[in-house]
């Protein structure tokens, strides 16, 4: 089965810094999907951002990056120039090529400091 | 419609009551997902729907929990005989066949069993 791990389960940035967020995780699996998503107090699920394993380029969206290692099955977001509306809570997920399920980590609560 | 909508948003009940949780998927969204988020947890799946059928019904926690889809649309999520353990966030996503790697979330019921 696989697994998803975020080992940081709070972090605080000042402002228009940068920070970057941790995720790990377990497949044998060769094809896969990872995400980003955000969840802020509304509880909406919003997707940040998202990579397909069998491209070697970082996805990047904005002021958000990932820095993909396959073979260390590491997959961090970095958030630059943070903003206040960055506070929210991060969840690292997973999904295999042609599942239908996503497996989500613990997340990280990230606050932005003024 | 615009977005993912689920209903109640807030649902707060006594212990040993049924409880229906809907969800009103992107109009032409074939996929329904339901999962479960507990206090400090990531999500966790609970089913998939395709049509209105459910091919994978695993991540149901106990036999109390049922989910039926009817029309392709709505979706309905019955837990029954409520425990407190069941207390948690319920969030539905839907997406195109075939695109679980795209699923768009909807805010969330948090239900309370006292």
């Known amino acids: 089965a696989q697994t998803v791990t975020q080992s940081q389960p709070e972090m605080s940035v000042q402002e228009a810094e940068t920070v970057t967020l941790s995720c790990t995780y377990d497949?044998?699996?060769?094809?896969?999907?990872l995400f980003w998503y955000k969840q802020p107090p509304s509880r909406q699920m919003i997707l940040v951002i998202r990579?397909?394993?069998?491209?070697?380029q970082n996805a990047t969206e904005n002021r958000f990056s990932v820095n993909f290692q396959k073979a260390a099955k590491s997959f961090s977001l970095k958030i630059s120039d943070s903003q206040l509306g960055d506070t929210a809570m991060y969840f690292c997920?997973?999904?295999?090529?042609?599942?239908?399920?996503?497996?989500f980590g613990k997340g990280t609560k990230l606050s932005v400091i003024p | 419609g615009a977005g993912v909508s689920q209903s109640p948003s807030n649902k707060v009940t006594e212990k040993g009551k049924d409880v229906e949780l809907r969800c009103d998927p992107i109009?032409?969204?074939?996929?329904l997902y339901w999962y479960r988020q507990s206090l400090g947890q990531g999500l966790e799946f609970l089913i998939y729907?395709?049509?209105?059928?459910?091919?994978?019904k695993s991540g149901l926690p106990s036999d109390r929990f049922s989910a039926e889809r009817t029309g392709g649309s709505v979706s309905t999520l019955t837990i029954q005989r409520t425990q407190q353990e069941d207390s948690a966030v319920y969030l539905c996503?839907?997406?195109?066949?075939?695109?679980?790697?795209?699923?768009?979330f909807g805010p969330g019921t948090r239900l309370t069993v006292l």
């Open positions: 109009s032409g969204h074939t996929a």
């Open positions: 997920a997973y999904s295999g090529a042609g599942s239908y399920q996503l497996t």
């Open positions: 996503a839907s997406s195109l066949a075939g695109r679980a790697n795209e699923q768009f």
């Open positions: 729907f395709q049509g209105n059928s459910a091919p994978d």
């Open positions: 497949t044998s699996e060769n094809n896969y999907y």
């Open positions: 990579q397909e394993a069998y491209k070697q």
